[in-house]
C-alpha cells in the first residue's frame, strides 16, 4: 500500500501526529510532504492549466513531485489545522493549483480508484468547515472514497493533549485505519459521482476549451468508456 502524507503546515503539531498516527497503522510506504517548505507557490490566475494544459503552469515543475507521489499512490492523507474555521493558506494554496484537474476540465483516471482522508485538529472548534476545504477539492479529482476526522485536542501543543483526548484518537485511527483497509482496492464511485461526471461528458462533448475537449475524446469519455472501468 502506498500512502501520500500532505500536511497543511510545517511543524509537527497535533495535526501532523494524528496523520502520521494513521499512516503508520495503514502500514506500506509513506511518502510525507509539508506546506509550504514542499510547496509554498500562490496560483496566479493566468488559466495556462486550464487553456493550455497543466505544463503551462509557472509552477508546474515545483509541483511536479507531489503530482507524481498523489498518482501513484493509494490513499492520499490531506492534514491541516484550523486557521479561522477553515484550512491554512498553505494547503488553499496548494489544492489551488489543481482546479485543471477537476471533473469539469481534466480529472486524473487514477483518482477515481483511491481512497482519502481529511483530517483536522483544533483546540476548540471548526474541523467540520476545515475538512470540507479539503474534502470539496478530493471529490471533485474522482475520489471515490473521502474520510473525515475532525477531533478537538483542547490543546495548542501536542505535548499538552491530555492523556484522554490521546486515548480517544487511539481508537479513532483503529477504526479509520481498519475501514480503510477494508476498503483496499474495493473503491468504486458512487451515485453522485458517476451523476456529476455524466453531466460533464454532456458539456465536454462541445468542450469548455479545447484542451478539455481534446483530452475528454482521447480519453474515450465522451463515448461509453468511463475513468472507473
Excluded at 476540465?105 to 483544533?122: G, L
Excluded at 464511485?189 to 458539456?203: D, E
Aim: hydrophobic share 35%; charged share 30%.
Amino acid at each position: 500500500m502506498k500512502i501520500v502524507l500532505i500536511n497543511g503546515q510545517n511543524h509537527k503539531g497535533s495535526t501532523y501526529h494524528v496523520g502520521r498516527q494513521l499512516a503508520e497503522k495503514l502500514g506500506g510506504d509513506v511518502k510525507e510532504f509539508f506546506l509550504p517548505r514542499d510547496f509554498g507557490e500562490f496560483c496566479t490566475g493566468c488559466a495556462g492549466c486550464f487553456m493550455k494544459g497543466e505544463s503551462a503552469c509557472p509552477h508546474y515543475e515545483k509541483l511536479r513531485p507531489v503530482t507524481k507521489a498523489m498518482d501513484e499512490a493509494d490513499i492520499l492523507i490531506l492534514t491541516s489545522p484550523v486557521y479561522v474555521y477553515h484550512a491554512t493558506g498553505s494547503m488553499k494554496a496548494f489544492l489551488d493549483h489543481y482546479g485543471y484537474r477537476w471533473m469539469v476540465h481534466r480529472p486524473e483516471e487514477k483518482m477515481f480508484r483511491k481512497q482519502a482522508v481529511c483530517i483536522s485538529t483544533a483546540a476548540g472548534a471548526g474541523m467540520k468547515s476545515t475538512n470540507k476545504d479539503m474534502a470539496d477539492s478530493l471529490f471533485f479529482w474522482g475520489v471515490p472514497k473521502i474520510y473525515r476526522y475532525g477531533v478537538a485536542v483542547q490543546a495548542i501543543e501536542w505535548k499538552g493533549v491530555k492523556g484522554s483526548i490521546r486515548k480517544k484518537i487511539e481508537k479513532d485511527t483503529d477504526k479509520l485505519a481498519g475501514k480503510i483497509k477494508r476498503n483496499a482496492g474495493k473503491a468504486r464511485p458512487g451515485i453522485k459521482t458517476r451523476v456529476f461526471f455524466f453531466a460533464m461528458h454532456l458539456m465536454q462533448k462541445k468542450g469548455l476549451n479545447e484542451t478539455d475537449r481534446i483530452y475528454w475524446k482521447k480519453k474515450g469519455w465522451t463515448g461509453g468508456k468511463r475513468p472507473w472501468k
